[in-house]
């Protein structure tokens, strides 16, 4: 009869057996090492203690909330910056179990933490460079259109459990409200969005530009002086606040574009921004290319109604697989109420009927061509796809 010591776990799509824990452990040690993290920086809560034992280590990750962890053929699909920041598993334990392997059959928590940490030890050889150095191997973000061209958008979610509150659909009819928000809350995220294109780096949205939001872009090895474009879906203060230290200029080499109708709109967010970035701050029309390179082309969109000019971003590769990515902004707050039910309106949303035309529009749009969809207020990973109902729409989170 094997000891717990001797269990092994094999991965069905790698085929690869995982060694037992003591090894896992062992591993995970050197990996971290050879990568120059320290084991204590994986969690505050361990800082000082020189034995961590990995299963205070799994338990940290998995209870810390910013980053997402989907392994398929050893590659990370999800934002990691240092160990310090892997904190969320993108897929639940269950899903997990089936691609595990267990002798004797017993499957503990643990044991699945420990063939997830197995999993990244092994990740480290081939995708080492998204510790060490993610911007000069190529980030592996929430989207990949090529990872060998170093073509791909992240998303940053800087509000991690973050749910919208059944109050905030007032004006919806409160029936449909309770039947998709049953215990009043959905869940979301407060999101942006980071393009690496190449030697290229765009911004899309900014986000509240809290302490998380700045550490998130530090982890992905982005310098502020390295930005030259930032893109804004509109001026709510949860999309513009990183573009400032204070009041003043964050980004000190980039150009902002917002949409004509939103940069006219004036208002308090727009002089915040004008007296910032002066000349640096423009407007661009619906339907203009406002971004392009040799590997991607990203067009702006009319998705008006929650703002005056709130703008919709369409990234489409240039490459042979020519994929897309609909970056969406604000179209939507709670996904589970307002995809089956794109009528209810937000509080936040100043024109509650263009703001329905344009969900629909939109949503149409992606739905029809088959276009995955980002969101600065879908649950993470903030990207995944619609597919058009006989009442509203369904969506299927990318994982």
């Known amino acids: 009869m094997p000891t717990a010591g001797r269990h092994r776990a094999v991965l069905r799509t790698g085929a690869c057996v995982i060694p037992a824990p003591d090894q896992v452990e062992d591993r995970l040690r050197s990996g971290i090492q050879s990568k120059g993290f320290s084991i204590n920086s994986l969690d505050s809560r361990f800082r000082g203690n020189g034995d961590v034992p990995l299963s205070a280590i799994a338990d940290a990750l998995a209870r810390r909330s910013s980053a997402y962890l989907a392994c398929h053929k050893f590659k990370l699909a999800g934002y990691m910056g240092n160990l310090s920041q892997c904190y969320r598993m993108s897929a639940p334990?269950?899903?997990?179990?089936?691609?595990?392997?267990?002798?004797?059959?017993?499957?503990?928590?643990?044991?699945?933490?420990?063939?997830?940490?197995?999993?990244?030890?092994?990740?480290?050889?081939?995708?080492?460079?998204?510790?060490?150095?993610?911007?000069?191997?190529?980030?592996?973000?929430?989207?990949?259109?090529?990872?060998?061209?170093?073509?791909?958008?992240?998303?940053?979610?800087?509000?991690?459990?973050?749910?919208?509150?059944?109050?905030?659909?007032?004006?919806?009819d409160p029936a449909v409200v309770k039947k998709f928000m049953p215990d009043g809350t959905a869940p979301a995220s407060m999101s942006s969005f980071v393009l690496f294109a190449g030697e290229d780096t765009v911004l899309i949205d900014t986000g509240a530009g809290g302490e998380t939001w700045i550490k998130k872009l530090t982890d992905l090895g982005v310098k502020p002086e390295s930005i030259k474009l930032i893109l804004l879906t509109h001026f709510h203060g949860d999309h513009i606040g990183g573009l400032f230290q204070g009041n003043a200029r964050r980004f000190s080499n980039a150009k902002v574009l917002a949409s004509t109708p939103e940069y006219d709109s004036k208002g308090a967010p727009f002089e915040k921004i004008k007296s910032a970035y002066g000349e640096y701050f423009a407007k661009f029309n619906f339907g203009e290319e406002v971004f392009a390179n040799s590997l991607i082309r990203v067009t702006a969109m009319d998705a008006s109604g929650h703002t005056p000019g709130h703008s919709a971003f369409l990234l489409e590769s240039k490459l042979q697989d020519k994929d897309k990515l609909l970056i969406i902004g604000d179209l939507l707050h709670a996904a589970t109420l307002q995809f089956p039910a794109p009528e209810a309106c937000a509080s936040f949303d100043r024109d509650p009927e263009k703001s329905i035309v344009a969900r629909k529009r939109v949503l149409d749009f992606a739905a029809q061509k088959k276009i995955l969809i980002g969101g600065m207020h879908l649950p993470p990973p903030s990207v995944g796809l619609v597919t058009k109902e006989e009442h509203g729409y369904s969506f299927d989170l990318k994982q």
């Open 93 to 172: 334990f269950d899903t997990i179990e089936g691609h595990i392997h267990h002798s004797p059959s017993s499957t503990s928590t643990i044991m699945k933490f420990f063939f997830l940490f197995a999993m990244f030890v092994a990740a480290l050889g081939t995708v080492g460079s998204v510790l060490a150095q993610q911007r000069s191997g190529g980030p592996i973000g929430a989207f990949v259109f090529d990872q060998a061209a170093n073509l791909s958008v992240v998303a940053i979610d800087e509000s991690p459990g973050r749910t919208m509150n059944a109050a905030t659909f007032a004006s919806a």
